[in-house]
T-cell receptor, first 115, second 111 residues
């Protein structure tokens, strides 16, 4: 079956522009995570969605970052007024019910470069 | 102090060597521990998962948790060039739904 997909694969933007990153989780998975991976760094948790519950936004680094998950499926991460320090790989993962011991299935990531 | 510490490497070994990858964590109450493998320009994939302490073996891979020293290890026997990747340790911390990842160790297995 299809895994987690993300688009675009790569995004180059100019400082100050807004970007939208998309994630299609595995069908039927109720939990969805966004992470950021900077060069040589581990995965930094950004946001967690679980069903219709209020998302855990505690990892978003600033109010320029926001995310939505429509209809419990597709999610969009939006970064407004991008800065050079936003350059990173943005990874999306989904799991069946969101329990921490479940496997998180990752997409290939979106590589964002802010010039 | 970071909740999970991992040596970034890179670690370079000849094919067939036994590889030991390690992480330390900050709180002995942490219960779930995972190892993810990430190939270049790909997303991470779950390799091994252990609960609490002890060993778990899967083929050439063994995951070990020592709760008394707050140390987790991944051993790879008979390493292959296809094992060349970044290995990320992760723990549940005190959360029921999110993981804390180490920074990853780059492994290169030379033919």
């Amino acid at each position: 079956g299809a895994g987690v997909s993300q688009s675009p694969s790569n995004k180059v933007t100019e400082k100050g522009k807004d970007v939208e990153l998309r994630c299609d989780p595995i069908s039927g998975h109720t939990a969805l995570y966004w992470y950021r991976q900077s060069l040589g760094q581990g995965l930094e948790f950004l946001i967690y969605f679980q069903g219709n519950s209020a998302p855990d936004k505690s990892g978003l680094p600033s109010d320029r970052f926001s995310a939505e998950r429509t209809g419990g499926s597709v999610s969009t991460l939006t970064i407004q007024r991008t800065q050079q320090e936003d350059s990173a790989v943005y990874l999306c993962a989904s799991s069946s019910t969101g329990l921490v011991q479940e496997t998180q299935y990752f997409g290939p990531g979106t590589r964002l470069l802010v010039l | 102090q970071k909740e999970v510490e991992q040596d970034p490497g890179p670690l370079s070994v000849p094919e067939g060597a036994i590889v030991s990858l390690n992480c330390t964590y900050s709180n002995s109450a942490f219960q779930y521990f995972m190892w993810y493998r990430q190939y270049s320009r790909k997303g991470p994939e779950l390799l091994m998962y252990t609960y609490s302490s002890g060993n778990k073996e899967d083929g050439r891979f063994t995951a070990q948790v020592d709760k008394s020293s707050k140390y987790i290890s991944l051993f790879i026997r008979d390493s292959q060039p296809s094992d060349s990747a970044t290995y990320l340790c992760a723990t549940s911390g005190d959360s029921s739904y999110k993981l804390i990842f180490g920074s990853g160790t780059r492994l290169l297995v030379r033919p």
